[in-house]
């Protein structure tokens, strides 16, 4: 279990996450992060952006 230290960021809260659970998340400065509550608890993600979706080539 890892301990998540809460910060005040301009009158809201931040979260200070340790470098192995950044490592582990595959997380980086910019990214943005998924909180999703599941019946077994919370699940943190990073948030994977939908790919571009590109027209098939035709002849």
Do not use: F
Request: aromatic share 2%; net charge negative; hydrophobic share 45%.
């Amino acid at each position: 279990m890892t301990q998540l230290g809460l910060i005040d960021v301009e009158g809201e809260l931040g979260v200070i996450l340790p470098e192995e659970i950044l490592s582990r998340l595959r997380a980086k400065a910019g990214d943005e992060l998924v909180l999703a509550e599941t019946p077994a608890g919370y699940l943190l993600t990073v948030a994977k952006s939908a790919p571009e979706v590109k027209a098939p080539l035709v002849p």
